[in-house]
Protein backbone atom coordinates (compact mmCIF):
# COMPACT_ATOMS: atom_id res chain seq x y z
CA UNK A 1 0.00 0.00 0.00
CA UNK A 2 1.59 3.34 -0.61
CA UNK A 3 1.84 5.80 2.36
CA UNK A 4 0.03 9.35 2.19
CA UNK A 5 1.60 12.29 1.48
CA UNK A 6 1.98 14.84 4.35
CA UNK A 7 -0.22 17.75 4.47
CA UNK A 8 0.13 19.46 0.95
CA UNK A 9 -1.49 21.61 -1.38
CA UNK A 10 -2.64 19.76 -4.54
CA UNK A 11 0.54 17.52 -5.30
CA UNK A 12 3.00 19.61 -3.12
CA UNK A 13 4.27 19.22 -0.20
CA UNK A 14 4.48 22.71 1.19
CA UNK A 15 6.97 22.48 4.30
CA UNK A 16 9.37 20.71 1.89
CA UNK A 17 8.80 23.21 -0.82
CA UNK A 18 9.51 25.98 1.48
CA UNK A 19 13.06 24.22 2.87
CA UNK A 20 13.80 23.74 -0.76
CA UNK A 21 13.53 27.02 -2.08
CA UNK A 22 15.29 28.51 1.76
CA UNK A 23 18.09 25.91 0.79
CA UNK A 24 18.51 28.10 -2.97
CA UNK A 25 18.46 30.95 -1.62
CA UNK A 26 21.66 29.81 1.13
CA UNK A 27 23.24 28.47 -2.07
CA UNK A 28 23.16 31.76 -3.68
CA UNK A 29 23.83 33.85 -0.66
CA UNK A 30 27.35 31.15 -0.82
CA UNK A 31 28.03 31.88 -3.90
CA UNK A 32 27.96 35.86 -3.11
CA UNK A 33 29.99 35.28 -0.25
CA UNK A 34 32.96 33.48 -1.80
CA UNK A 35 34.61 36.75 -3.07
CA UNK A 36 34.18 38.44 0.00
CA UNK A 37 36.05 36.30 2.73
CA UNK A 38 39.74 34.93 2.59
CA UNK A 39 39.16 31.75 0.93
CA UNK A 40 38.03 32.83 -2.49
CA UNK A 41 41.59 32.25 -3.76
CA UNK A 42 39.72 30.00 -6.60
CA UNK A 43 36.52 31.58 -7.41
CA UNK A 44 36.06 33.10 -10.43
CA UNK A 45 35.79 36.94 -9.01
CA UNK A 46 39.06 37.49 -7.38
CA UNK A 47 38.48 40.35 -4.85
CA UNK A 48 41.34 41.84 -3.88
CA UNK A 49 39.47 43.86 -0.74
CA UNK A 50 38.44 40.63 0.19
CA UNK A 51 38.99 40.42 4.23
CA UNK A 52 36.20 39.18 5.98
CA UNK A 53 37.08 35.81 8.11
CA UNK A 54 33.36 35.85 9.26
CA UNK A 55 32.14 35.43 5.48
CA UNK A 56 34.84 32.47 5.51
CA UNK A 57 32.89 30.89 8.36
CA UNK A 58 29.40 31.61 7.38
CA UNK A 59 30.46 29.62 3.85
CA UNK A 60 31.67 26.68 5.87
CA UNK A 61 28.88 26.42 7.76
CA UNK A 62 26.24 26.81 4.73
CA UNK A 63 28.31 24.28 2.47
CA UNK A 64 27.64 22.02 5.76
CA UNK A 65 23.74 21.67 5.15
CA UNK A 66 22.35 23.11 1.92
CA UNK A 67 23.28 20.43 -1.07
CA UNK A 68 23.05 17.46 1.33
CA UNK A 69 19.59 18.96 2.36
CA UNK A 70 18.46 19.23 -1.16
CA UNK A 71 19.48 15.86 -1.96
CA UNK A 72 17.37 14.73 0.81
CA UNK A 73 14.04 16.36 -0.33
CA UNK A 74 14.64 15.31 -4.16
CA UNK A 75 14.78 11.32 -2.74
CA UNK A 76 11.83 12.14 -0.51
CA UNK A 77 9.55 12.95 -3.70
CA UNK A 78 11.32 10.76 -6.01
CA UNK A 79 9.35 7.31 -4.46
CA UNK A 80 5.63 8.88 -4.83
CA UNK A 81 6.77 10.12 -8.47
CA UNK A 82 7.66 7.00 -9.81
CA UNK A 83 5.17 5.19 -8.28
CA UNK A 84 2.71 7.79 -9.92
CA UNK A 85 4.19 7.83 -13.42
CA UNK A 86 6.19 4.83 -13.37
CA UNK A 87 9.64 4.58 -14.59
CA UNK A 88 9.44 5.19 -18.41
CA UNK A 89 7.62 8.63 -17.67
CA UNK A 90 9.65 9.37 -14.52
CA UNK A 91 13.02 9.20 -16.51
CA UNK A 92 11.28 11.40 -19.47
CA UNK A 93 10.37 14.16 -17.26
CA UNK A 94 13.93 13.98 -15.33
CA UNK A 95 15.32 13.74 -18.45
CA UNK A 96 13.00 17.42 -19.70
CA UNK A 97 13.83 19.13 -16.55
CA UNK A 98 17.26 18.25 -15.73
CA UNK A 99 19.00 17.34 -18.65
CA UNK A 100 17.93 20.08 -20.99
CA UNK A 101 18.78 22.91 -18.75
CA UNK A 102 21.91 20.88 -18.15
CA UNK A 103 23.10 21.03 -21.27
CA UNK A 104 22.27 24.42 -22.12
CA UNK A 105 23.59 25.38 -18.84
CA UNK A 106 27.44 23.65 -19.67
CA UNK A 107 27.26 24.97 -22.95
CA UNK A 108 25.97 28.15 -23.37
CA UNK A 109 26.28 29.63 -19.72
CA UNK A 110 29.47 28.19 -17.93
CA UNK A 111 31.56 29.33 -20.51
CA UNK A 112 30.59 33.12 -19.91
CA UNK A 113 31.23 32.04 -15.95
CA UNK A 114 34.86 31.10 -17.56
CA UNK A 115 35.77 34.17 -19.51
CA UNK A 116 35.16 36.53 -16.83
CA UNK A 117 37.24 34.71 -14.55
CA UNK A 118 40.00 34.76 -17.12
CA UNK A 119 38.88 38.91 -17.84
CA UNK A 120 39.36 39.31 -13.80
CA UNK A 121 42.72 37.09 -13.08
CA UNK A 122 44.78 37.76 -16.15
CA UNK A 123 47.53 37.83 -14.15
CA UNK A 124 49.37 39.55 -17.54
CA UNK A 125 48.38 37.05 -19.79
CA UNK A 126 46.61 38.64 -22.92
CA UNK A 127 42.83 38.22 -23.61
CA UNK A 128 41.60 36.04 -25.84
CA UNK A 129 38.12 36.32 -27.81
CA UNK A 130 35.39 34.88 -26.32
CA UNK A 131 34.42 33.08 -29.60
CA UNK A 132 38.34 31.23 -29.08
CA UNK A 133 37.51 30.38 -25.50
CA UNK A 134 34.10 28.83 -26.19
CA UNK A 135 35.27 26.68 -29.34
CA UNK A 136 37.96 25.23 -27.04
CA UNK A 137 35.31 24.77 -24.08
CA UNK A 138 33.62 22.52 -26.87
CA UNK A 139 36.85 20.79 -27.94
CA UNK A 140 37.67 20.26 -24.64
CA UNK A 141 34.27 18.70 -23.92
CA UNK A 142 34.73 16.43 -26.54
CA UNK A 143 37.24 14.80 -25.28
CA UNK A 144 35.08 13.89 -22.69
CA UNK A 145 37.56 14.61 -19.96
CA UNK A 146 37.98 11.99 -16.40
CA UNK A 147 40.42 12.40 -13.78
CA UNK A 148 41.31 15.01 -10.80
CA UNK A 149 41.38 18.41 -10.59
CA UNK A 150 41.68 21.61 -7.96
CA UNK A 151 39.41 24.12 -8.03
CA UNK A 152 42.36 26.26 -9.67
CA UNK A 153 42.46 23.60 -12.38
CA UNK A 154 38.84 23.70 -13.11
CA UNK A 155 38.32 27.01 -13.59
CA UNK A 156 40.72 26.93 -16.58
CA UNK A 157 39.21 23.59 -17.75
CA UNK A 158 35.82 22.45 -19.26
CA UNK A 159 33.60 22.25 -15.74
CA UNK A 160 29.63 21.88 -14.98
CA UNK A 161 30.22 25.10 -12.26
CA UNK A 162 27.43 25.09 -10.77
CA UNK A 163 25.12 22.53 -13.06
CA UNK A 164 27.42 19.58 -11.37
CA UNK A 165 24.36 19.41 -8.92
CA UNK A 166 21.51 18.83 -11.99
CA UNK A 167 23.88 16.53 -13.57
CA UNK A 168 24.32 14.28 -10.41
CA UNK A 169 21.00 14.43 -9.04
CA UNK A 170 19.88 13.24 -13.01
CA UNK A 171 22.59 10.19 -12.27
CA UNK A 172 20.19 9.43 -9.02
CA UNK A 173 17.19 9.38 -10.41
CA UNK A 174 18.53 7.03 -13.61
CA UNK A 175 19.86 4.67 -10.67
CA UNK A 176 16.98 5.09 -8.80
CA UNK A 177 14.91 4.15 -11.48
CA UNK A 178 17.08 0.93 -12.34
CA UNK A 179 16.91 -0.43 -8.78
CA UNK A 180 12.99 0.27 -8.77
CA UNK A 181 12.26 -1.59 -11.74
CA UNK A 182 14.56 -4.37 -10.89
CA UNK A 183 12.67 -4.60 -7.60
CA UNK A 184 9.39 -4.75 -9.62
CA UNK A 185 10.54 -7.29 -11.88
CA UNK A 186 12.12 -9.84 -9.15
CA UNK A 187 10.01 -9.15 -6.39
CA UNK A 188 6.95 -8.54 -8.05
CA UNK A 189 4.61 -9.74 -4.81
CA UNK A 190 6.86 -7.20 -2.29
CA UNK A 191 5.59 -3.38 -1.86
CA UNK A 192 6.14 -1.09 0.29
CA UNK A 193 3.81 -1.07 2.69
CA UNK A 194 2.40 1.87 5.26
CA UNK A 195 4.74 1.28 8.15
CA UNK A 196 4.75 4.73 9.90
CA UNK A 197 8.08 4.85 12.18
CA UNK A 198 8.24 6.27 16.06
CA UNK A 199 10.04 8.91 16.80
CA UNK A 200 12.69 7.39 18.48
CA UNK A 201 12.92 5.53 15.48
CA UNK A 202 13.28 8.03 13.14
CA UNK A 203 16.35 9.86 15.36
CA UNK A 204 17.83 6.03 15.41
CA UNK A 205 18.26 6.57 11.63
CA UNK A 206 19.43 9.58 11.07
CA UNK A 207 22.53 8.54 14.49
CA UNK A 208 23.00 5.25 11.87
CA UNK A 209 23.32 8.07 8.78
CA UNK A 210 26.12 9.98 11.51
CA UNK A 211 27.99 6.84 11.94
CA UNK A 212 27.73 5.88 8.24
CA UNK A 213 29.21 9.09 6.89
CA UNK A 214 32.23 9.44 9.31
CA UNK A 215 32.86 5.80 8.25
CA UNK A 216 32.62 7.10 4.22
CA UNK A 217 34.57 10.17 5.00
CA UNK A 218 37.19 7.59 6.88
CA UNK A 219 37.24 5.63 3.93
CA UNK A 220 37.01 8.16 1.18
CA UNK A 221 40.14 9.51 2.84
CA UNK A 222 41.91 6.32 2.21
CA UNK A 223 41.47 6.66 -1.49
CA UNK A 224 45.02 7.87 -3.20
CA UNK A 225 44.57 10.85 -5.38
CA UNK A 226 46.65 13.78 -6.31
CA UNK A 227 45.21 16.41 -4.76
CA UNK A 228 43.90 17.20 -1.10
CA UNK A 229 39.73 17.58 -1.79
CA UNK A 230 40.19 16.82 -5.27
CA UNK A 231 36.96 17.50 -7.69
CA UNK A 232 36.33 14.39 -9.81
CA UNK A 233 35.09 14.80 -13.19
CA UNK A 234 33.85 11.40 -15.39
CA UNK A 235 33.53 11.69 -19.00
CA UNK A 236 32.64 14.89 -18.92
CA UNK A 237 29.08 14.36 -17.64
CA UNK A 238 29.60 13.49 -13.84
CA UNK A 239 31.13 16.39 -11.73
CA UNK A 240 31.53 16.10 -7.75
CA UNK A 241 34.03 16.91 -4.89
CA UNK A 242 35.05 13.07 -3.96
CA UNK A 243 34.55 13.25 -0.32
CA UNK A 244 31.12 14.76 -0.47
CA UNK A 245 29.44 12.08 -2.74
CA UNK A 246 28.65 9.59 -0.31
CA UNK A 247 27.10 11.92 1.43
CA UNK A 248 24.86 12.96 -1.63
CA UNK A 249 24.11 9.17 -2.06
CA UNK A 250 23.31 8.63 2.02
CA UNK A 251 21.03 12.11 1.90
CA UNK A 252 19.18 11.14 -1.14
CA UNK A 253 18.91 7.52 -0.06
CA UNK A 254 17.86 8.75 2.94
CA UNK A 255 14.85 10.85 1.58
CA UNK A 256 13.85 8.06 -0.34
CA UNK A 257 13.72 6.03 3.01
CA UNK A 258 11.81 8.79 4.75
CA UNK A 259 9.09 8.72 2.98
CA UNK A 260 8.41 5.15 2.70
CA UNK A 261 8.25 5.06 6.32
CA UNK A 262 5.88 7.70 6.80
CA UNK A 263 7.95 10.43 7.95
CA UNK A 264 6.34 13.84 8.19
CA UNK A 265 2.61 12.51 8.25
CA UNK A 266 -0.05 13.60 10.44
CA UNK A 267 2.07 14.91 13.08
CA UNK A 268 4.77 12.18 12.98
CA UNK A 269 7.48 14.43 13.34
CA UNK A 270 11.01 13.78 14.78
CA UNK A 271 10.46 14.40 18.63
CA UNK A 272 11.12 17.29 20.67
CA UNK A 273 10.40 20.88 20.89
CA UNK A 274 12.05 22.54 17.87
CA UNK A 275 13.62 24.89 20.54
CA UNK A 276 15.98 22.23 21.59
CA UNK A 277 16.99 21.42 17.92
CA UNK A 278 17.67 24.74 17.61
CA UNK A 279 20.01 24.87 20.51
CA UNK A 280 21.97 21.66 19.94
CA UNK A 281 22.53 23.37 16.46
CA UNK A 282 23.84 26.67 17.85
CA UNK A 283 26.31 24.44 20.46
CA UNK A 284 27.28 22.09 17.56
CA UNK A 285 27.71 25.34 15.35
CA UNK A 286 29.79 27.12 17.55
CA UNK A 287 32.19 24.23 18.55
CA UNK A 288 32.42 23.52 14.43
CA UNK A 289 33.23 27.06 14.08
CA UNK A 290 36.11 27.51 16.63
CA UNK A 291 37.74 24.36 14.88
CA UNK A 292 37.28 26.33 11.57
CA UNK A 293 38.61 29.73 13.10
CA UNK A 294 41.41 27.28 13.95
CA UNK A 295 41.87 25.83 10.51
CA UNK A 296 41.66 29.83 8.97
CA UNK A 297 44.13 31.25 11.50
CA UNK A 298 46.45 28.62 10.28
CA UNK A 299 48.03 30.39 6.82
CA UNK A 300 49.99 26.85 5.70
CA UNK A 301 46.32 25.06 5.78
CA UNK A 302 45.03 27.76 3.45
CA UNK A 303 48.55 27.48 0.72
CA UNK A 304 48.64 24.24 0.79
CA UNK A 305 44.98 23.28 1.06
CA UNK A 306 45.61 20.35 3.65
CA UNK A 307 44.87 20.15 7.60
CA UNK A 308 46.31 18.50 10.08
CA UNK A 309 44.86 15.19 11.86
CA UNK A 310 44.33 17.17 15.04
CA UNK A 311 41.69 19.41 13.25
CA UNK A 312 40.36 17.36 10.69
CA UNK A 313 38.99 14.46 13.42
CA UNK A 314 37.04 16.80 15.12
CA UNK A 315 36.03 18.64 12.01
CA UNK A 316 35.08 15.81 10.64
CA UNK A 317 32.75 14.98 13.88
CA UNK A 318 31.39 17.66 13.98
CA UNK A 319 30.14 18.63 10.32
CA UNK A 320 28.41 15.68 10.07
CA UNK A 321 26.49 16.02 13.40
CA UNK A 322 25.82 19.23 13.07
CA UNK A 323 24.54 18.14 9.43
CA UNK A 324 22.06 15.65 10.50
CA UNK A 325 21.04 18.04 13.93
CA UNK A 326 20.37 20.82 11.28
CA UNK A 327 17.86 18.24 9.11
CA UNK A 328 16.14 17.65 12.28
CA UNK A 329 15.51 21.42 13.00
CA UNK A 330 15.17 22.48 9.51
CA UNK A 331 11.90 19.46 9.00
CA UNK A 332 10.95 20.20 12.49
CA UNK A 333 10.43 24.19 12.74
CA UNK A 334 9.03 23.70 8.80
CA UNK A 335 6.50 20.98 9.63
CA UNK A 336 5.41 22.64 12.65
CA UNK A 337 5.54 26.49 12.02
CA UNK A 338 5.92 26.93 8.06
CA UNK A 339 3.36 24.63 6.68
CA UNK A 340 1.22 26.32 5.33
CA UNK A 341 -0.20 27.88 1.78
CA UNK A 342 0.98 31.72 1.58
CA UNK A 343 1.54 33.64 -1.59
CA UNK A 344 5.14 34.70 -1.14
CA UNK A 345 6.15 30.72 -0.24
CA UNK A 346 3.90 29.44 -3.19
CA UNK A 347 6.13 31.72 -5.70
CA UNK A 348 9.53 31.42 -4.86
CA UNK A 349 8.46 27.59 -4.36
CA UNK A 350 7.63 27.52 -7.80
CA UNK A 351 10.54 29.94 -9.23
CA UNK A 352 13.37 28.00 -6.32
CA UNK A 353 14.53 25.70 -9.59
CA UNK A 354 15.05 28.13 -12.01
CA UNK A 355 16.50 30.41 -9.15
CA UNK A 356 19.42 27.64 -9.09
CA UNK A 357 20.27 27.58 -12.58
CA UNK A 358 20.05 31.36 -13.11
CA UNK A 359 21.66 32.85 -10.55
CA UNK A 360 25.94 32.08 -11.09
CA UNK A 361 26.67 33.86 -13.85
CA UNK A 362 24.32 36.84 -12.35
CA UNK A 363 26.05 36.56 -8.94
CA UNK A 364 30.42 36.33 -10.66
CA UNK A 365 29.14 39.39 -13.24
CA UNK A 366 27.62 41.68 -10.12
CA UNK A 367 30.97 40.59 -8.62
CA UNK A 368 33.33 41.63 -11.55
CA UNK A 369 31.32 45.11 -11.94
CA UNK A 370 31.94 45.88 -7.98
CA UNK A 371 35.71 44.82 -8.07
CA UNK A 372 36.87 48.23 -9.13
CA UNK A 373 35.07 50.07 -5.97
CA UNK A 374 37.90 50.65 -4.03
CA UNK A 375 37.71 51.69 -0.36
CA UNK A 376 33.96 50.09 -0.38
CA UNK A 377 33.37 47.46 2.05
CA UNK A 378 33.12 43.91 1.16
CA UNK A 379 29.78 43.99 3.28
CA UNK A 380 28.57 46.00 1.59
CA UNK A 381 29.26 44.52 -1.72
CA UNK A 382 27.99 41.63 -0.07
CA UNK A 383 24.84 42.97 0.68
CA UNK A 384 24.25 44.28 -3.11
CA UNK A 385 25.57 41.41 -4.55
CA UNK A 386 23.14 38.74 -3.08
CA UNK A 387 20.45 41.01 -2.91
CA UNK A 388 20.16 41.87 -6.94
CA UNK A 389 21.39 38.71 -7.65
CA UNK A 390 18.13 36.76 -6.50
CA UNK A 391 16.01 39.72 -7.26
CA UNK A 392 17.31 38.70 -10.59
CA UNK A 393 16.76 35.47 -10.56
CA UNK A 394 13.37 35.31 -8.92
CA UNK A 395 12.24 38.01 -12.05
CA UNK A 396 14.10 36.17 -14.77
CA UNK A 397 12.26 32.88 -13.58
CA UNK A 398 8.95 34.06 -12.95
CA UNK A 399 9.40 36.67 -16.15
CA UNK A 400 10.39 34.61 -18.68
CA UNK A 401 11.63 30.92 -18.19
CA UNK A 402 8.17 30.05 -16.54
CA UNK A 403 5.67 31.71 -18.78
CA UNK A 404 8.12 31.35 -21.71
CA UNK A 405 10.83 28.69 -21.34
CA UNK A 406 11.27 28.39 -25.76
CA UNK A 407 11.76 32.12 -25.99
CA UNK A 408 14.03 31.90 -22.60
CA UNK A 409 16.24 29.34 -24.91
CA UNK A 410 16.11 31.68 -27.82
CA UNK A 411 17.64 34.64 -25.51
CA UNK A 412 20.11 32.63 -23.97
CA UNK A 413 21.77 31.78 -27.74
CA UNK A 414 20.83 35.36 -28.59
CA UNK A 415 23.33 36.46 -26.08
CA UNK A 416 25.76 33.45 -27.11
CA UNK A 417 25.59 34.98 -30.68
CA UNK A 418 26.22 38.70 -29.58
CA UNK A 419 29.29 37.58 -27.18
CA UNK A 420 30.82 35.38 -30.06
CA UNK A 421 30.46 38.86 -32.03
CA UNK A 422 31.26 41.74 -30.03
CA UNK A 423 33.22 40.40 -27.00
CA UNK A 424 37.18 40.45 -28.56
CA UNK A 425 40.03 41.98 -27.26
CA UNK A 426 40.75 45.56 -28.30
CA UNK A 427 43.43 46.90 -29.49
Not at 105 to 126: A, C, D, E, Q, R
Not at 248 to 273: D, E, M
Not at 367 to 373: F, I
Request: proline share 5%; charged share 10%.
Amino acid sequence: MTPTLPESSGNRILFLDNIRYLMVVFVVLLHATISYGTLGRYWVVGDAAANIKLFDLAMMIIDVFAMPVLFFIAGYFALPNIQKKGPGAFLKDKFIRLGIPWLIGIIFIVPIITYIHYYSNLGGKPLISYCQLWINWVRNASDFPTGFWTPDQLLGEFNHSAYWFISLLLFFFIIFAIIYTLKKHFFPSSSIKKKTQSGKAMLLVIFSVWLLNIMMRVFINMIPSPYFDPWVIIAGILQFQLWRLPTYIIYFSLGVYAFSRNWFVKGNNFPGHPLLWISMCIILGFGFGVVVIQVLSNSSNLVSNKISTGLIIPLMLLRSFLRETLLIAFTSIAFRYWNRSHKINETLAANSYNIYLVHLPLVVALQLLLVNLVGTSSLVKFGIVSSLSLLMSYAISKYAIKPHPRLSVAAVLVIFFLMVIFVYPRA
